[in-house]
């Protein structure tokens, strides 16, 4: 297979692209897996939630579990319980402020609000027992690196493609100006 205008730089470009594109497909097997293993823990957590009556000891037992989580799959996931009070409908509970919570983990875990909070933060609420409990993760951060190395593959890729049709281009031009001289 034969490309126009294949000089060092434009095999260069082709080279490193294919590069970023493996390195994408090896590190989205990676994070697949370890997205697969973070969503049984995470359903886990869940499920420790909604089962439990949350005692003072079951609250320990969350934050144990939620500092585990946080230290194997280094996310940024926070719990914050709220007794419930009278008026305030579920909704209201997740624009609660953070000090308002009666049990907050981890202690510095207050959200700042940005574009990127409000996009890629979701937040989930559970009724249980005499407390409402607000979960908020990022999700699916782990794609973040393969998306990375996907997109420089197509930058990379589309740089490569205007040298080629610039080169097409100037070569049929050249030949067009030659054949009619």
């Known amino acids: 297979m034969k490309f126009a205008g294949f000089n060092k730089k434009t095999k260069g470009l082709i080279h490193i692209s294919l590069l970023f594109l493996i390195l994408g497909l ?12 973070y ?39 926070s719990i914050a319980i709220y007794s419930k009070k009278d008026g305030v409908d579920e909704v209201q509970y997740f624009n609660l402020d953070l000090k308002e919570a009666e ?24 009724d249980v027992g005499k407390y409402y409990i607000v979960h908020r993760y990022f999700a699916d951060w782990f794609y973040l690196f393969p998306v990375g190395l996907f997109t420089l593959s197509g930058v990379l890729f589309i740089l490569w493609l205007l040298f080629q049709i610039k080169y ?13 001289q």
């Open 26 to 37: 090896i590190s989205f097997n990676i994070v697949d897996s370890i997205k697969s293993e």
């Open 168 to 180: 097409i281009y100037t070569t049929r031009l050249s030949k067009h100006k030659l054949k009619y």
């Open 39 to 77: 969503s049984v823990v995470r359903d886990n957590l869940i499920s420790q939630i909604n089962g439990e009556q949350s005692k003072n000891y079951d609250i320990k037992k969350i934050e144990n579990t939620l500092q585990a989580i946080n230290e194997r799959f280094h996310t940024s996931e």
């Open 103 to 126: 049990y907050l983990f981890p202690l510095n875990a207050g959200m700042k609000e940005n574009l990127i909070t409000e996009l890629f933060y979701p937040s989930e609420g559970f």
